[in-house]
């Protein structure tokens, strides 16, 4: 199969750094085989932007499923601040997908997201790792009120705190005409999903991230905003 995707990454409007970091760093062209990766980090100082950049370099590094470059990717934050303690806190969300065969893998830890836009529908293909997506998932709150919910903001797994981390698994076959979108909570906390499916409707990949930081500064920026885009070309 072959591919053709666009990484954006922005501050936003309020945020004095970026802490989300992307792979590829830019837009590009490819055959099988090829990595896509939003993290989101976390921490005081410059700890987010190390946790996450820490995460992508490792993750790419590995050798071994995408579910594999997670959990190797938790460990080397769990080593750096063994021997970083000022770093101690540190941590980071990482969604990734890997299309090999046909078949695009997603890993996935925290409130980033992966979705996928087929014959102009937009699915959610991950479960957000936080309170207030646990309550809907219990039925304790509609998916509207979880979006305004004080605790739709608070992680409830992420790499770099325990060794013991689960790590999602979500397969889906890819066909030719798929979107696949990868993005940071800065996306989907400043855009509804029709918001975005209406921005992931546009001709390129590089139209589509770029139109999504757009929108969302557009509607405040209160966070980083991260993009990924990879469309299955054929
Ligand atoms: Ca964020």
């Given at each position: ?29 490819g ?16 700890a ?27 460990h ?18 990482m969604?990734?997908?890997e299309?090999?065969?046909?078949v ?45 919910h ?24 890819a066909?030719?005409?798929?979107r ?8 989907n906390?400043?855009?509804?999903d ?15 991230a ?21 469309d299955?070309v054929?």
């Amino acid at each position: 199969m072959k591919y053709r995707w666009a990484s954006a990454t922005h501050t936003g409007r309020v945020r004095s750094n970026n802490e989300d970091a992307v792979y590829p760093p830019t837009s590009g062209a490819g055959d099988d085989s090829t990595l896509f990766i939003v993290a989101d980090g976390m921490g005081g100082h410059v700890a987010g932007e190390v946790a996450s950049r820490i995460a992508v370099d490792t993750a790419v590094d590995i050798v071994g499923g995408p579910t594999q470059r997670v959990i190797g990717a938790n460990h080397a934050l769990l080593l750096e601040v063994a021997e970083k303690p000022e770093l101690a806190g540190m941590g980071t969300t990482m969604t990734l997908l890997e299309i090999v065969d046909d078949v695009a893998h997603i890993a996935h830890v925290g409130d980033s997201r992966a979705y996928l836009l087929r014959d102009g529908v937009l699915r959610q293909l991950t479960e957000d790792h936080t309170v207030a997506a646990e309550y809907v998932a219990a039925g304790r709150l509609s998916p509207e009120e979880a979006m305004t919910h004080p605790q739709r903001n608070m992680i409830t797994r992420a790499l770099g705190l325990t060794q013991d981390l689960l790590v999602d698994e979500v397969e889906e076959p890819a066909r030719p005409g798929d979107r696949f979108l990868l993005c940071s909570d800065g996306v989907n906390s400043m855009l509804t999903d029709d918001q975005i499916a209406e921005q992931l409707r546009a001709d390129s990949p590089e139209e589509a991230a770029w139109g999504l930081v757009e929108a969302a500064n557009a509607a405040g920026g209160n966070d980083n905003i991260s993009a990924v885009v990879v469309d299955v070309v054929e």
